[in-house]
């Protein structure tokens, strides 16, 4: 598109996100801001790692990226495809811009970890003021603009390439890390998985750092963290087709074992469960899409009340039809009874936990409200051919 029509978007990110625009060449020659202060975040820009990240992704690929330095700037490039000889391909920023809250202090605290002069850092934590703070979606519906005015091509948000400065290499990643947690990249990664049904979210989320949120205490520590990831895997869930209901209950059960965990290894050891859990309740609600609305209305009351004894009376209350009705039609659709779907939905939650805690038999077979512990084992090893303790061990 023409150059004016670029000066106009890129005014119009200006006045109303506050959002600077540079255009550069491929080499990092600068060629038009409109910036705050051009000098200093234009210094800022090239002496850290985002710029030549950018450059380098620009030689394999020409979708936008979004890079986050490690103060907590964010800036965004669109790469101009050349038209033709007459033109070189350029580079499109927007930024700097901020995503993730960061409080003054932390920021001053990466800020000194530097090395700039004294003079450098005061002129730029004055600055960081105007820097605006942007909403995730509002960053990437401005990347996408950007792209289909530079190239008069549509692309979907998952096209866009995210990276942190502050990454940990994925091969080094071990879930409970106290470095998993505060950046916006890996956190809403990591909830789209969730939301997906994908296993790899873990991975997303284990970027960053965490602020000391234990008072000190490393066990502490770690459950304040999982807790934390209970709120993304339960939020996620929802947003993915998990009845609100039965993804708070659910988050509600695995915290109750976060509390009562005696050692961090064990803490880690349910977040792992847990996330695994709210994946497979995903994952079992995108699968349960094609079934009736009858089918569904009695998958989301087992769901919804997984942690109760769940009584067929109650549910065809629930539901409001005759319960040979109800019964055929399940059945008939799910392959199974509908004492069968319960008891195989409640050994399905009783395998997440039996991996995650160490929570007894006698416990566990309460929480899921079984009458008692032998015909909760008999019922669990009908469905998968080993009693809970096999199952733990194993």
């Not at 064990?266 to 497979?280: K, N, T």
């Amino acid at each position: 598109m023409e150059d004016q029509n670029l000066r106009f978007l890129q005014d119009a990110f200006l006045n109303t996100h506050k959002m600077c625009s540079w255009t550069l060449t491929v080499d990092g020659q600068l060629v038009y801001f409109n910036s705050l202060d051009q000098e200093l975040f234009f210094n800022l820009f090239m002496l850290g790692d985002c710029s030549s990240v950018i450059r380098k992704h620009f030689t394999q690929s020409d979708m936008p990226i979004i890079a986050a330095d490690q103060i907590g700037f964010v800036w965004v490039a669109v790469y101009q495809k050349s038209v033709d000889d007459q033109q070189d391909p350029l580079v499109h920023v927007l930024g700097p811009i901020i995503i993730s809250e960061v409080t003054e202090k932390q920021r001053r605290q990466r800020i000194q970890e530097l090395g700039f002069t004294p003079d450098f850092e005061e002129r730029l934590l004055s600055l960081v003021r105007e820097v605006p703070t942007v909403l995730e979606n509002v960053a990437i519906s401005c990347t996408r603009m950007l792209h289909y005015c530079t190239n008069d091509e549509v692309i979907e948000s998952d096209a866009i390439v995210l990276w942190n400065e502050s990454a940990v290499r994925e091969e080094d990643i071990v879930w409970g890390d106290a470095r998993w947690h505060g950046t916006w990249l890996g956190e809403q990664r990591f909830f789209k998985s969730v939301v997906e049904g994908s296993y790899d979210g873990l991975r997303e989320l284990a970027v960053g750092h965490v602020g000391g949120i234990g008072g000190g205490d490393p066990l502490r520590q770690a459950k304040n963290e999982v807790i934390i990831l209970s709120v993304f895997c339960s939020r996620g869930a929802i947003m993915g087709g998990v009845s609100s209901e039965g993804a708070l209950n659910l988050s509600d059960n695995f915290i109750q074992n976060i509390e009562a965990a005696e050692t961090v290894a064990e803490v880690r050891q349910i977040g792992g469960a847990m996330h695994r859990a709210f994946i497979d309740r995903v994952r079992l609600a995108k699968a349960n899409q094609g079934y009736s609305p009858l089918v569904r209305m009695c998958v989301d009351y087992v769901e919804t009340h997984i942690f109760e004894r769940i009584r067929i009376r109650d549910l065809v209350q629930e539901v409001g039809y005759a319960e040979n009705y109800i019964s055929r039609r399940f059945k008939a659709e799910m392959g199974q009874s509908l004492v069968e779907y319960i008891n195989q939905q409640k050994v399905e939650v009783a395998k997440s936990m039996l991996k995650g805690s160490v929570v007894s038999v006698v416990e566990l077979s309460e929480r899921l409200s079984f009458s008692n512990p032998s015909y909760f084992s008999a019922v669990f090893k009908k469905r998968t051919g080993l009693t809970p303790l096999e199952y733990r061990k194993k």
